[in-house]
């Protein structure tokens, strides 16, 4: 069981360039979630989604997008990098039922733009 | 809005001590607590949680946590600590809500001496 995979694992942007973040989780899991680590700050949710076909807003959403049209992936997109977007990138997913509900994260993507 | 609060940035103590990390939160509501564990470079990794029930709560590695609904604290503690558990803790605060979004604490590093 993989569990939620994150790729790349790190990544150098220019500024002003665009790219996607992948996320996939085999769990089947309805709720998936991306935050932004950063030193002090503890971990700030960006978007986040509930289900196929729903996402909302979090803390931090502004440069990013995302989109989620299968159950199994969350794609994060930074439509044109900024140096205040060089972060760790973590993606997590939860089950909705109950006690099987609880954030398992993956290993992050640490991105920096110059 | 929730929010939580972790006073200590650093913690030193020697292996073989016991450890207790502060964790303050602010809910309307009976909240869902979490803690994570998160070593250089790495994902986070669930510790424990608290829905509801026994406020004594057991994890893994040998980690419990206590909720106290008077204090709005959930401490993180360790009878006797391993130079492995050196990483940085972070506590969370999960809403009853759709997504169940977690509000993270800025973290808490551990330093172990040996």
């Known amino acids: 069981n993989a569990g939620v995979t994150q790729t790349p694992k790190f990544q150098v942007l220019k500024t002003g360039q665009s790219m996607t973040l992948q996320c996939a989780q085999d769990m089947n899991h309805e709720y998936m979630s991306w935050y932004r680590q950063d030193p002090g700050m503890g971990l700030r949710l960006i978007h986040y989604?509930?289900?196929?076909?729903?996402?909302d807003q979090g803390e931090v959403p502004n440069g990013y997008n995302v989109s989620r049209s299968t159950t199994e992936d969350f794609p994060l997109r930074l439509l044109s990098a900024a140096p205040s977007q060089t972060s760790v990138y973590f993606c997590?997913?939860?089950?909705?039922?109950?006690?099987?509900?609880?954030?398992?994260f993956g290993s992050g993507t640490r991105l920096t733009v110059v | 809005a929730q929010s939580v609060t972790q006073p200590d940035i650093h913690i030193t103590v020697s292996e073989g001590a016991s450890l207790e990390l502060r964790c303050n939160y602010s809910?309307?509501?009976?909240?869902?607590l979490f803690w994570y564990v998160q070593s250089p470079g790495q994902g986070l990794q669930l510790l424990l949680k608290?829905?509801?029930?026994?406020?004594l709560v057991q994890g893994i590695k040998g980690f419990e946590a206590e909720f106290k609904r008077s204090q709005s604290s959930f401490n993180l503690r360790k009878p006797s600590v391993h130079w492995s558990d050196a990483a940085e803790y972070f506590c969370?605060?999960?809403?009853?809500?759709?997504?169940?979004?977690?509000?993270f604490g800025g973290g808490t590093r551990l330093m172990v001496k040996p």
């Open positions: 969370a605060v999960g809403a009853r809500n759709a997504g169940n979004m977690l509000t």
């Open positions: 809910y309307g509501a009976t909240p869902y």
């Open positions: 608290y829905f509801s029930g026994d406020t």
């Open positions: 997590a997913s939860s089950s909705s039922q109950g006690r099987g509900y609880g954030y398992t």
């Open positions: 989604s509930v289900g196929a076909g729903i996402t």
